[in-house]
């Protein structure tokens, strides 16, 4: 192990000193494995395991830095401290000692350990040899089973570090897939949503569903659907080479408090039924949030409406109308149909689209992003009439006439709907 390795990890790249760790202390998992491949993190997490009380040395460094304190896991004496840019957990040595501390781990890459205080990598399982030759080895099966969870971590870290599954452990994966319904959906979709938004990690959800650990998480996939969802990283390239606008929009979040991205929801969509009834009582089980439910089931809806190169205006209205900020989710998830169905992508596919582009990226088109000339209460005032379903037609009905050009104040607007009312 060069000198180079124990630079970055020494104790100066903390974000609190070495004097608040007791002896003995070690570092362990991500971090010393990120060390050793020359891995550049923004944001620092640290693992450690300490032999004594790691709740009280992780509460005592959060008083003396003024940061959070989170208790992960009281009975296993595990707690968090979070720094602006770091997180720190500390976790109370379960064995005997360090080494039957390691042999308990998933993988021998995650079980090195280096201790800061006599700068010594400790690697009783190889770990460091399997990351030179990157190979994704397990430690033992009975840990995998211990944790079923480990299986899903298998292709993210794969996916991750651009790795291969050593055969034996992947046999092994494949042998226990059916135990990955024992894990809370919310842990295994954080591991799916990894894979979704990772460049590689379409390819290894596909081999996660062909080694079995998939089927029973999306019941209604097919081998299609994982052909499909290859697709979609493609279709987001060619969108992001026309059109560079749409394709930053993609990688944006669904909301600052959901990290999935819109592309990952695209991805999502390929996976589930292709009813969005039914999709939306799958996506309820697997716990996603309101907002990626919506997102994905109006993709499935509205993907096959925007091909068609004359799609009058008043429709074209409805569309977006709809789609609001979804379109280029909804229209990556289309192109990627096109190339599923053609087996290869060709120009012309996206001449059935560029319409609607067009529309959509011109924020002044009142087709694609209308501005409301009035709204509710002002028509019923106008018209004195209650509120009822009529309000929201007639609003309907005036934007359409506005996105038409045919009335452009709020005068006309009230006139419109007078008439229309009269009718």
Same mark, same amino acid.
């Given at each position: ?16 000193? #070495? ?20 891995? *550049? ?85 190889? &770990? ?6 990157? /190979? ?9 089973? !211990? ?18 599954? =050593?055969?034996? $452990? ?6 226990? %897939? ?7 959906? =919310?842990?295994?979709? %954080?591991?799916? &949503?990894? #894979?979704?938004?990772? &460049? ?7 081999? %996660? ?7 029973? /998480?999306?019941? !209604?996939?097919?081998?299609? +659907?994982?052909?499909?969802?290859? %697709? ?54 697997? $716990? ?15 993907? +096959? ?42 120009? +012309? ?23 409301? /000339? ?19 037609? #007639?609003?309907?009905? *005036? ?15 009230? =006139? #419109? ?7």
């Amino acid at each position: 192990m060069n000198e180079l390795v124990i630079s970055r990890l020494a104790a100066k790249n903390w974000p609190f000193s #070495l004097e608040y760790l007791p002896e003995p202390a070690y570092m362990v998992g991500g971090a010393v494995r990120d060390a050793i491949l020359g891995r *550049i993190r923004e944001y620092v997490d640290l693992d450690f395991i300490i032999s004594g009380d790691a709740v009280k040395v992780a509460r005592k460094i959060a008083q003396r830095y003024q940061a959070g304190f989170v208790l992960l896991d009281a009975q296993r004496h595990i707690a968090r401290v979070v720094f602006p840019q770091a997180t720190a957990d500390f976790a109370q040595q379960e064995g005997e000692n360090l080494i039957t501390d390691l042999h308990r781990r998933d993988f021998t890459i995650n079980a090195i350990a280096y201790n800061p205080h006599t700068q010594e990598i400790i690697d009783p399982l190889q &770990g460091y040899q399997d990351l030179k030759s990157g /190979l994704l080895r397990m430690i033992s099966p009975i840990n995998l089973q !211990n944790d079923p969870l480990r299986l899903m971590r298998a292709y993210r870290q794969a996916s991750q570090l651009d790795f291969t599954i =050593e055969p034996a $452990t992947q046999e092994t994966i494949r042998s226990l %897939a059916k135990s990955i319904s024992q894990v809370a959906a =919310e842990r295994v979709r %954080a591991e799916i &949503g990894f #894979l979704l938004s990772h &460049g590689q990690g379409a390819a290894w959800l596909d081999i %996660a569903w062909k080694d079995g650990v998939l089927i029973n /998480l999306f019941k !209604n996939a097919t081998d299609q +659907s994982f052909i499909k969802l290859n %697709a979609i990283d493609q279709a987001f390239h060619i969108i992001s080479q026309n059109w560079q606008e749409l394709g930053e929009e993609l990688t944006n979040y669904v909301r600052k408090t959901v990290k999935t991205s819109w592309l990952a929801t695209a991805k999502l969509a390929c996976l589930v039924e292709s009813r969005p009834e039914i999709a939306e009582i799958e996506l309820q089980q697997l $716990t996603y949030s309101r907002a990626e439910i919506r997102a994905i089931t109006t993709e499935l809806r509205m993907f +096959s409406e925007i091909k068609a190169v004359d799609i009058p205006l008043r429709k074209q209205y409805f569309l977006f109308r709809e789609m609001g900020i979804l379109f280029p989710a909804v229209l990556v998830l289309a192109l990627a149909n096109d190339i599923v169905v053609k087996g290869v992508f060709e120009k +012309s596919m996206l001449v059935n689209y560029e319409p609607l582009i067009k529309r959509y990226l011109d924020k002044n088109d009142l087709v694609a992003h209308p501005i409301p /000339l009035m709204n509710g209460k002002d028509i019923m005032k106008a018209l004195n009439i209650p509120a009822s379903p009529l309000v929201g037609e #007639l609003l309907m009905e *005036i934007g359409i006439a506005q996105a038409e050009g045919k009335i452009s104040t709020v005068e006309a607007a009230i =006139e #419109l709907a007078k008439n229309l009312v009269k009718d």
